[in-house]
């Protein structure tokens, strides 16, 4: 038997950063959402942990998410358990996507469940919050209030569903370096209380994004990409996390098509719809 995971992107339609913590992380208020744009997992018996993941994703393959999660996970409620994971990428790296946080959170929910241990979720917070701030959002997914370092989660409606894209320019950012390269300025607080209150449509969708200057400094190139997507008149257009994925959100699904057919194989993008969880599962 064999277990398969699909686990979702994420995107900020709402990221403020109130102040720099003691621990040298960053205080948020983001609004998080899962969009249509997987990871894959699949759990086969075996003597001992293997990851089966492509090449490239970390300098030691130890260093992979789906691997460090798996590691605590055997080591603390099924030690004498092997298990192989086969990962496939389709969430781009280093974007502000979360991609290694949704197959972090795929891999515990995958092998809580094929493993029969059957933890409950706060017990997966726990590993989730020692490996990254929004791991544990991916093992929720949807529609979230996210404060702190992106771990203390509040429950808000869930969207209506919106048809995007997601522009992905051709460079990396790095989380910790955006980060490190943010200064405050402007408005701390930009106001998410449509998305608290349930007051989302096509007509009303507010986005922001603090770190967005920070990035730019780090890539000069990023203005000039979300002014491609921003040609495509779109509803809403903000960057993702630390970046540098931009998304944009259409009226509906015909203009989203013509969007993505005027920018198709000239820039890397992904046809996207907002979603209610971050992880399906299938067994064979
Ligand atoms: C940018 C977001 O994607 C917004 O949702 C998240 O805040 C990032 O979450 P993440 O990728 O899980 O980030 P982590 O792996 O926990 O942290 C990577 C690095 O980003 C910085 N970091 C991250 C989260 C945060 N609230 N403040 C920070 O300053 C820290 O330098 C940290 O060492
Ligand atoms: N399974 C994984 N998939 C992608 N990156 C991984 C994985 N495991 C570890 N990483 C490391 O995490 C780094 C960040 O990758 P990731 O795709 O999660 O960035 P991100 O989408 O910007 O994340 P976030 O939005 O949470 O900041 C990568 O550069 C890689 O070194």
Redesign the pocket.
């Known amino acids: 038997m064999t277990l398969r995971i699909s686990s979702a ?2 995107i ?1 339609l709402v990221l403020s950063v109130l102040g720099k913590r003691r621990d040298d992380y960053h205080e948020l208020r983001t609004i998080l959402q899962s969009v249509s744009l997987y ?1 894959t997992l699949e759990f086969a018996r075996a003597e001992r942990l293997e990851i089966d ?1 492509p090449a490239g ?3 030691q393959p130890e ?6 999660a798996a590691e605590i996970f055997l080591q603390k409620y099924a030690p004498a358990q092997g298990v192989k994971i086969t ?1 496939t ?1 389709k ?14 959170a795929g891999a515990l929910l995958g092998l809580n469940k094929f493993l029969a241990v059957n933890l409950p979720l706060a017990e997966l917070d726990k590993i989730a919050n020692q490996l ?3 791991i544990a959002y991916c093992l929720r997914g949807g529609a979230y209030l996210a404060l702190g370092r ?1 771990e203390m989660l509040r429950k808000i409606p869930e969207l209506p569903r919106l048809y995007g894209l997601i522009l992905k320019p051709p460079f ?4 910790a370096e955006v980060y490190r390269a943010y200064r405050p300025a402007g408005v701390k607080i930009f106001a998410d209380d449509a998305y608290i209150e349930g007051k989302i449509s096509p007509e009303n969708l507010p986005t922001h994004n603090a770190l967005w200057p920070a990035a730019g400094a780090l890539q000069p190139e990023l203005p000039a990409y979300r002014q491609i997507l921003k040609a495509t008149n779109p509803i809403a257009c903000s960057m ?4 540098a ?1 931009l998304f944009a959100f259409y009226n509906d699904k015909i203009t989203r098509d013509k969007a993505a057919v005027s920018l198709y194989g000239r820039y890397e993008i992904y046809p996207i719809e907002t979603i209610n969880s971050a992880q399906t599962i299938s067994e064979n």
Not at 172 to 175: D, E, I, M, R, V
């Open positions: 992107a994420k900020n990871d993941a994703i970390t300098e260093q992979n998410l789906v691997y460090r990962l990428k969430i781009p790296l280093a974007a502000g996507l979360a991609g290694g946080s949704a197959d972090c990254g701030s929004d992106g990396a950012l790095s989380t993702s996390g630390s970046g994925a």
